[in-house]
């Protein structure tokens, strides 16, 4: 299959219907990150998914698009629940990988004389890298009660507030979830990482809100100039990742047996209303419940050590939980296309809920603001607080951005970056980092992404989301 990139305007480009494709392909990028698309497959992974049974509308890819397994990194895809599939490639092996950002009342300038005792507490203090196991041993009936609970079973241990449940996004618990469908050997894994950070491009980074784009909505959110803010990106860890790969298997060895085809072996799928397919999702929102308990602990052995490092009270630091919100999951939602009402399976693979003011599925806090959405850059520049607009809903299924989005694989910029440069260049500017393992500085070095400014731009222009705030690094912790 060629694939033709037309442009509809500055934001938009079109890879029109054909071959296997059942609808097009919509990528939302401008002319400068449409060049770093030719380097790799993204944009054939964007054409292969327009090949699933049950599409609608488009094939869509974020402008943080980069090649993935079977999606694209950036890809969204919404499927007829009747007629369509389910997809693991389309979520991802790091099921509801996803971010949390935590307000304070504290400034930047309040903690800068302790900024290398607070960063070297946190890194002693939070479990990361391959393999970081928890300071908890979890018995295989307390992972099924997690997966089966989500965010809800660390509040009822005393990690977290109710609140913080509210301002999670779907409360912190697919209640589709069955425990019964993950693999003894996915609940195993899962025993010991709970209030792991991981490995990769999860981080916790101390952050610096730089520039306010809008008051009003920013007041809202608790946002102010020179605020510290705690950011978490992390996942599902172990447990998420043999669910994924468990399905696959499965998956891929019925290929045969599926009454169509498909353009790559890695978008192996089941249909929604069959047993496979249903197994998998049932397994999937168990891993989904994992990752949002996963982020409830970090933030609360977070918030912990932050008062013991600089010796305040709740009252003092007043830090709270602003939004949780994945980017790596797939959703039954319903949603509007040619005025007609359809319930779909949105795929979100790399890619955020955005959902507007208004919106049902919206905590009461945020109804008539709109959907907090937390976009992580890299850690040499800069993170953004975006706000769902009307536009999400009405061309990409309610959804926006996940990050900045990979520019070179972590192979390519192993080969060609240098640590002691990037460690020198981020110390120059100020910015502090503990990593676990020499690569992971060279794999998530700022060179190795895409410019997170220009790839907001691109979702504001295209009235998906709009800037809130950015953020600016003072210290981050790398898995």
């Not at 025993?191 to 920013?218: C, K, M, W």
């Not at 949002?292 to 602990?297: F, G, I, K, L, Y």
């Not at 709270?320 to 994945?326: A, G, I």
């Amino acid at each position: 299959m060629t694939i033709t990139l037309e442009p509809i305007d500055e934001v938009r480009w079109r890879i029109p219907k054909s071959g296997g494709m059942r609808v097009d392909g919509i990528v939302y990028a401008d002319r400068e990150l449409v060049k770093t698309l030719k380097s790799d497959g993204s944009l054939k992974q964007v054409a292969n998914v327009a090949c699933l049974p049950g599409i609608l509308k488009a094939s869509l890819a974020m402008p943080d698009i980069h090649q993935g397994y079977g999606f694209p990194i950036g890809g969204v895809a919404a499927l007829d629940a009747k007629s369509g599939v389910i997809s693991p490639g389309g979520v991802g092996y790091d099921i509801n990988c996803g971010c949390r950002v935590i307000t304070s009342r504290l400034t930047a300038s309040d903690i800068q004389k302790d900024l290398d005792f607070l960063l070297n507490e946190l890194y002693r203090a939070i479990p990361c890298g391959v393999g970081g196991t928890s300071r908890v041993h979890l018995s295989a009936k307390e992972v099924r009660q997690v997966l089966k609970k989500g965010a809800r079973w660390a509040v009822e241990k005393g990690l977290g507030e109710k609140e913080d449940l509210e301002l999670t996004e779907d409360h912190g618990v697919m209640e589709s979830a069955d425990p019964a469908t993950v693999s003894d050997y996915a609940i195993k894994r899962g025993q010991d990482q709970l209030g792991t950070l991981g490995s990769g491009n999860h981080f916790l980074e101390l952050s610096r809100v730089e520039t306010i784009y809008d008051p009003e909505t920013a007041s809202r959110f608790g946002l102010f100039e020179d605020q510290l803010i705690l950011f978490i990106h992390s996942g599902s860890r172990g447990l998420g990742y043999q669910v994924c790969d468990d399905f696959l298997h499965e998956m891929v060895k019925h290929l045969n047996d599926l009454p169509f085809s498909l353009p790559d072996r890695q978008l192996a799928c089941a249909p929604l209303d069959s047993d496979t397919g249903k197994r998998y999702f049932a397994a999937m929102s168990c891993a989904a419940n994992y990752a949002w308990t996963n982020r409830q602990v970090l933030m609360t052995l977070a918030i912990r050590t932050i008062e013991e490092a600089l010796h305040l009270g709740p009252r003092e630091h007043d830090m709270r939980l602003l939004y949780d919100v994945c980017h790596n999951i797939a959703k039954l939602e319903t949603h509007t296309i040619k005025g007609r009402t359809h319930r779909v399976c949105v795929h979100r693979k790399g890619a955020t809920r955005a959902f507007p003011a208004g919106h049902p599925d919206l905590p009461r806090a945020y109804r008539d603001t709109g959907q907090p959405v937390l976009i992580p850059g890299d850690m040499g520049t800069a993170s953004y607080i975006l706000v769902g607009q009307s536009g999400a809903l009405a061309e990409t299924f309610g959804s926006t951005c996940h990050g900045a989005g990979r520019v070179l694989s972590r192979s390519q910029a192993i080969k060609r970056l240098n640590r002691h440069k990037i460690l020198n260049d981020l110390s120059s500017r100020g910015i502090a980092v503990r990593a676990r393992g020499k690569k992971t500085l060279l794999e998530e070095a700022p060179n190795a992404y895409k410019d997170i400014d220009r790839v907001v731009s691109v979702v504001e222009r295209a009235g998906i989301s709009s800037r809130v705030a950015r953020l600016t690094p003072l210290a981050v912790i790398k898995g």
